[in-house]
C-alpha cells in the first residue's frame, strides 16, 4: 500500500505509487507518519493534505494508505476530554511530547483499557433497529452514555451482558435478518465527513435557553437552530460564545475553537471545571466537549476540526439529547479552505475563496437540526458559529453565505463594544428567524403577556434610534416631553435590560423569570413615566426617581430574592402617579 | 546534501530560484548559495519535487547568475543557537552578531519556527504588570504571558511608549523585572539608535537580547527576524526560568515582507495583496507568547504595528487584532492635542485584563470604576461632537458635566509625562476624583459599597 512523495509545497504533498487510493483516505506521510487525507487524485497521483507541519520531508520518502477515511471514535471518553482538530487528546499528547505539540505522534483518540460500568436495557431476544438503545453507560455525573446499535444493523438480540467493558470488548451479539452475527462493542467509528443519518427533520419549537437577556427574551434561537455571530475583533465574540456555552440549557456542549487563541482554549480548561451547571448544580466539564486546533497549529486539521465537531455533536444527538454546537470561528476553517484550495491551484471565487465555500458552509449547518432519530426519540444539534469578518466588514463572503443559511444573527457592533456595552448585540441589526416559532413556548412557559411586552420593548427601541436622529439636528431640550420619556424608558432597556455583565457573579445569568419581570418592570415605570408627564410633570426630574435606581440595580438581585424585589418596584412605580401629581 | 554544488539553476526570478536535478531536497530546508566572486548567501526551500526545488533567497540575487551559481543543500532547517551569552549583545536577521562582538558559540540549537505549545499546557495569564501608565494599568491591563499590540500610525509616539513600558514594567510587590527581547524589523537607523540609547540609559542593555533588521538589510531577513527573537525569548523564559518582554517593531514592515515574497511566488493575493495564509503566519508568532504550567518563566509580547493611513481595518492590524489579546490604540487625534501618550482608550482592549486585577491583584472597585470611566468618557465625546452641531447651550445641565468629565478625563488621566511611573493606587483614586464630576446616581456600573468607600462625592460637594 505504500508509495512515495513526489513534490511538497506547505500542508500540499503529492505522492504516487499508492495503489488505488480513495478520495479522502487517510494517509501517514514519510518516517515521522505525518498524518494526511487525499484530497485530489489525478494520473496516478494522489494529492494529500497533511495535518502537521511538513518542513523536512523530502521527495522520494515513503507515504502509507491506511485505507480508511477520517474518522472518529465513538464511545464513553469523550465527554470532559479536550482533543486536536483530528481527535487526538490533548492531554495524551502532552504526556507524550511534554508541553509543545511534536509530529507525527500517534495517540489513541480514547482510553481503551478503561473499564466501564456497562448496563443493558434490552434483553436477549429483542428484536432491535439500527440506532436502538441497548445498554447504558453512566459517562460523566451529567451524561449517560446510550450505547446504540450501529447504523446498517439490525436483527435479534442472541447475546448481551452486562459489566465491565473496555469500550472495545463486544458485550452483546446480533443476529441480522440475513443470519449473520454482528458483534457489538461500545466503540463505533464514523467518518466526519458523512452526516450520521435521522429519521425526520422536525419544526422547532423550543427555545435553547441560554440565560443571556439580549439573546433569550430580543433573539431567541431555537434548539437544533442555527445562528451566526459575526463582528470585529474586539466586539466580544468569545464572550458570548463562552456564555452560551457556559449557561444555556443544552444536554450537551461541544466547543470547537477552530483557529483561535490558544489562552481562550485554557480558559475554558481552568474555569468549566469549577462552574456548576445552573440546572443540576454539577461542574460543567460533566457536559462539555472541547476541540481545539488554535491559530499556530496545522491548517489542514483546522479545516477538519469542524466536521470532527459535528460528527461528535450528532452522535450525543442520535441518544436523545440537545446538544449545542458553539464554533469559534467559521472564518478561519473557511480560510482554511482558502489556503489547501489555493496550494491545489484551483480557479478562486470572491476573494480567494473557492467556488464551493457557499456550498461548504451550508452543508455544515445543515447538519444542525432538531431530528426524530432513527430510534425515533427527539434530540436536537443547535449550531452557532462565529464569524470574523475582515475589517468587520460583514459583506464578505463568509460572513453572507453563512447569513444566506443562518436563521439567527446576532449583529455585534464595534461601538457598542468601544462604549463597553456587553454584550455588543445591535438591537436594530440582529434579528431572529425563531421568533414567531417560539411564541408559543414563551406563552405558555413564561406568560401570556410575553408577546406584547416583547414588541413592545423592541417599538421603543426602534423609535429611540428614530428620536435620536431628531436630536442631532435640534438638540435635546426640543424635544416633546412624551419623546424624552420614550428615550429615558429606552436607555433603560438598554443599560438594564440589554447589557448584562458576564463577570458579575448574579448578572451573568437570568432565568426566564428573572427575564420577564425584569421587562416588566422597565415597561411599566416607563408607562407611569408617560402618565405622568400627560398630567404636566416635567420628563427630566423623573430620572432621579428612587424607582429607577431599584430598576437599574435589579439585574445584580439574585434569582430567590426576585420576586420580592419586583413586587416593590411594581409598587413604588404605582406611586408614581399620587406623588407626582401632588408635587405640581 | 554535504558537499554537493549544485549549478544547475535554470531561472533566476527576483528572489527565487529555480534548482533542477535536485532529487531530494526538504522543504524548508536551507541552502547555501554561492556566488562566482565567492561571496554566499543563504536561501530556503519553498517548494521541492523529483527533479527540481524553488529556493528562496534571503540575499539579494544581483551578481547570481544561471551558468556558475552554486547551491548547497544544508541539510537542516533554520536553526539558531541560543544561550545566555546572548544577553547584552545586539544581532542581526539572521542572527549574526552586529555590535562588533563574537559568535555565540556555545549553545542550544533550536529550530527557529517552534511548536505550537499544546493548549492543555498553557497557563492562563493573570499577574498584573504595572507599567505607571494608566491607560494601561487602569484600563488596558497588561498581564504576564499576554500578547498585546501597540496600534499606531506614522509620525505617533509609539517607539517611546514601548520604552516607557519596557523601562517601568514590573510586577506588583516584586523586585523581579523582565528581561527584555528586541526584535527591530526593517526600522530606520534613528529608530535603532533610539532603542540602543534607552536601554543603554537604563541599564535595561544587560538583561537584553537585540535583533535588529534595518531598512536597508535584506527584507527577507525581517520574516526570520521576529521567529529569531522569539526563540531566543523560549529558551530564556522556559529553559533559564525568566520572565520576558518581547517587543517587536515594526510589524507592518514584516507584512510587506510577507507579501513581496508571496507576490514573488506569485500566489493567489487575498485582500490588498497580501497572502490569503498571513492569518496563520501572523498566528505563528503571536502564539509564542504565554505562560506554560509548571514552569517558572513567561512570554509578554508588545507588537507594534502602524496602520497604513490610520486604518485599524487594514489586513495588517485587522489580522492582529484578532490573534492578539487586545490592543492599545494611539490617537492622531490626542497627539495633536498634545497629549502623551495619546492611547484612545475606546478603541483599546486588553482581554485578559479581568484576570489580572480585582481584590488579590489591585484592588476590588478595580474592575467597576474602570467601566464607569468607559461609559462616561464615551458619553462625553458622545456629547462633544453633538455640540459642534447644536452647541453646548442645548445641553441638559447632566451632560455639561459628560463634556467636562471628557475634557478632564483627557489631560489628567491620559495624560502624564514620559518619566512618570503611576501607581495603580494613584491611577485608581484619580479615576474617582474624575468620576465625582458627574452626578453619583449616573454611576450604575460600581458597586455601592465600594462607592461609599472609595468616591469623592462629599469632598467636592459636602456631606449628602
Known sequence: ?584 | MGDIYYKTISQITNVLLFVDGIKDAAYNELVEIRLEDGRTVTGQVLDTRDGTAIVQSFGETRGMNTGNTAVRLTGTTAKLKVSTDMLGRIFNGMGKPRDGGPEIVQGEEIDINGSAINPYSREEPSEFIETGISTIDGMNTLVRGQKLPIFSASGLPHNKLAAQIARQAKILNKSEGFSVVFGGIGINSEEANFFKTEFEETGAIDRAVMFMNLSSDPSMERIILPRLALTTAEYLAYKEDMHVLVILTDMTNYCEALREISAARQEVPGRRGFPGYMYTDLSTIYERAGKIRGRKGSITQVPILTMPGDDITHPIPDLTGYITEGQIVLSRELYRKGIYPNVDVLLSLSRLMNQGIGKNSTREDHRGVVDQLYAAYAKGKDLRSLTEIVGEEALSQGDKAYLKFADLFESKFVNQDYYEDRSIEKTLELSWELLSNIDRNDVKRVKEEYIKKYGKWEEKNGPK
Open chain 1, 1 to 584: 500500500m505504500s508509495g512515495f512523495i513526489y513534490r511538497i509545497s506547505g500542508p500540499v504533498v503529492i505522492a504516487g505509487g499508492l495503489e488505488n487510493p480513495n478520495m479522502y483516505d487517510v494517509v501517514r506521510v514519510g518516517k515521522e507518519e505525518l498524518i494526511g487525507e487525499i484530497i485530489k487524485l489525478e494520473k496516478g497521483m494522489a494529492t494529500v493534505q497533511v495535518y502537521e507541519d511538513t518542513s523536512g520531508l523530502r521527495p522520494g520518502d515513503i507515504i502509507k494508505s491506511t485505507g480508511m477515511q477520517l474518522s472518529v471514535m465513538l464511545a464513553p471518553g469523550l465527554v470532559g476530554s479536550i482533543f486536536d482538530g483530528i481527535q487526538r487528546p490533548l492531554d495524551k499528547i502532552r504526556a507524550e511530547s511534554g508541553d509543545f505539540i511534536a509530529r507525527g505522534i500517534n495517540v489513541e483518540s480514547l482510553d481503551t483499557k478503561k473499564k466501564w460500568k456497562l448496563k443493558a436495557v434490552q434483553k436477549k431476544g429483542a428484536h432491535v433497529g439500527q440506532g436502538d438503545i441497548i445498554a447504558e453507560v453512566e459517562e460523566t455525573s451529567l451524561i449517560k452514555h446510550k450505547v446504540m446499535v450501529p447504523v446498517g444493523v439490525s436483527g435479534t438480540i442472541s447475546d448481551i451482558s452486562e459489566g465491565e467493558f473496555t469500550i472495545e470488548e463486544p458485550f452483546a451479539t446480533i443476529k441480522t435478518e440475513s443470519g449473520k452475527d454482528v458483534k457489538v462493542a461500545m466503540l463505533q467509528r464514523w467518518p466526519v465527513r458523512m452526516p450520521r443519518p435521522v429519521k425526520d427533520k422536525l419544526p422547532m419549537e423550543v427555545p435553547l435557553i441560554t440565560g443571556q437577556r439580549v439573546v433569550d427574551t430580543m433573539f431567541p434561537v431555537a434548539k437544533g437552530g442555527t445562528a451566526a455571530v459575526p463582528g470585529p475583533f474586539g466586539s466580544g465574540k468569545t464572550v458570548i460564545q463562552h456564555q452560551l456555552a457556559k449557561w444555556s440549557d443544552a444536554d450537551l456542549i461541544v466547543y470547537v475553537g477552530c483557529g483561535e487563541r490558544g489562552n481562550e482554549m485554557t480558559e475554558i480548561l481552568t474555569t468549566f471545571p469549577e462552574l456548576n451547571d445552573p440546572k443540576t448544580g454539577k461542574p460543567l466539564m460533566d457536559r462539555t466537549i472541547l476541540i481545539a486546533n488554535t491559530s499556530n497549529m496545522p491548517v489542514a486539521a483546522r479545516e477538519a476540526s469542524i466536521y470532527t465537531a459535528i460528527t461528535l455533536a450528532e452522535y450525543y444527538r442520535d441518544m436523545g439529547y440537545d446538544v449545542a454546537l458553539m464554533a469559534d470561528s467559521t472564518s478561519r476553517w473557511a480560510e482554511a479552505l482558502r489556503e489547501i484550495s489555493g496550494r491545489l491551484e484551483e480557479m478562486p471565487g470572491e476573494e480567494g475563496y473557492p467556488a464551493y465555500l457557499g456550498r461548504k458552509i451550508a452543508e455544515f449547518y445543515e447538519r444542525a437540526g432538531r431530528v426524530h432519530v432513527l430510534n425515533g426519540s427527539i434530540g436536537s444539534v443547535t449550531a452557532i458559529g462565529a464569524v470574523s469578518p475582515p475589517g468587520g466588514d460583514i459583506s464578505e463572503p463568509v460572513s453572507q453565505n453563512t447569513l444566506r443559511v443562518t436563521r439567527v444573527f446576532w449583529a455585534l457592533d464595534a461601538a457598542l463594544a468601544n462604549a463597553r456595552h456587553f454584550p455588543s448585540i445591535n438591537w436594530l441589526n440582529s434579528y431572529s428567524l425563531y421568533a414567531d416559532d417560539l411564541a408559543k413556548w414563551y406563552e405558555v412557559n413564561i406568560s401570556p403577556e410575553w408577546s406584547g411586552l416583547y414588541k413592545k420593548a423592541m417599538a421603543i427601541l426602534q423609535k429611540e434610534s428614530e428620536i435620536n436622529e431628531i436630536v442631532q439636528l435640534v438638540g435635546y431640550d426640543a424635544l416633546p416631553e412624551q419623546d424624552k420619556v420614550t428615550l429615558d424608558t429606552a436607555k433603560s432597556l438598554r443599560e438594564d435590560f440589554l447589557q448584562q455583565n458576564a463577570f458579575d457573579e448574579v448578572d451573568t445569568y437570568s432565568s426566564m423569570r428573572k427575564q420577564y419581570l425584569m421587562m416588566k418592570a422597565i415597561l411599566q415605570v416607563g408607562d407611569e413615566e408617560s402618565l405622568a408627564v400627560d398630567h404636566g410633570v416635567p420628563a427630566e426630574r423623573m430620572s432621579k426617581l428612587e424607582v429607577k435606581q431599584k430598576v437599574a440595580k435589579m439585574k445584580f438581585i439574585p434569582e430567590e430574592q426576585i420576586e420580592e424585589y419586583s413586587k416593590d418596584i411594581a409598587k413604588l412605580a404605582a406611586e408614581m402617579r399620587n406623588i407626582k401629581v401632588a408635587e405640581e
